[in-house]
C-alpha cells in the first residue's frame, strides 16, 4: 500500500515557475514508477510526466523543455519542477505510483493504483 501526498500548487503568473511534490509512504518506494497527471475543468486527466524505477524519463510533448521530473528515493518522494509555465498548464495535478513493467502502459491513468489528493495549479496570464 501506497500513500501518496503532493504540495506546492498554487497561483503563479503565465512565465513563471512552480514545484510540485509529492511524499510518498512506504518502504519500496523505489521500485515504483511515479508520474505526474493533469486535468482541467471539463477535460480527462492527462499524463504529463512519469520517472520509472530504473531511471527512464517519458514527458508529454506539450510539457518538453519546461517541466522536468525527479526523485529523491532518500525522501521517499518525487518532484515536478515546472518553468515558463502557461495558461494552458492551468489544472489540478496529481501524483500517481505503480509498479510498471511496460512503458506501453506508462500514460495511461488506468495504469495506476494509487494517487495523492491532487494540487490546484494556476496560471494567469
Known amino acids: 500500500q501506497v500513500q501518496l501526498v503532493e504540495s506546492g500548487g498554487g497561483l503563479v503568473q503565465a512565465g513563471g515557475s512552480l514545484r510540485l511534490s509529492c511524499a510518498a509512504s512506504?518502504?519500496?518506494?523505489?521500485?515504483?514508477?511515479m508520474a505526474w497527471f493533469r486535468q482541467a475543468p471539463g477535460k480527462e486527466r492527462e499524463f504529463v510526466a512519469a520517472?520509472?524505477?530504473?531511471?527512464?524519463?517519458y514527458y508529454t510533448d506539450s510539457v518538453k523543455g519546461r517541466f522536468t521530473i525527479s526523485r529523491d528515493n532518500a525522501k521517499n518522494t518525487v518532484y515536478l519542477q515546472m518553468n515558463s509555465l502557461k495558461p494552458q498548464d492551468t489544472a489540478v495535478y496529481y501524483c500517481?505510483?505503480?509498479?510498471?513493467?511496460?512503458?506501453?502502459?506508462?500514460?495511461?491513468?488506468?495504469?495506476?493504483?494509487?494517487w495523492g489528493q491532487g494540487t490546484q495549479v494556476t496560471v494567469s496570464s
Open positions: 500517481a505510483a505503480d509498479l510498471i513493467s511496460s512503458q506501453s502502459v506508462i500514460k495511461f491513468p488506468a495504469s495506476y493504483d494509487y
Open positions: 512506504g518502504r519500496t518506494f523505489s521500485r515504483y514508477t
Open positions: 520517472l520509472t524505477w530504473n531511471g527512464a524519463i
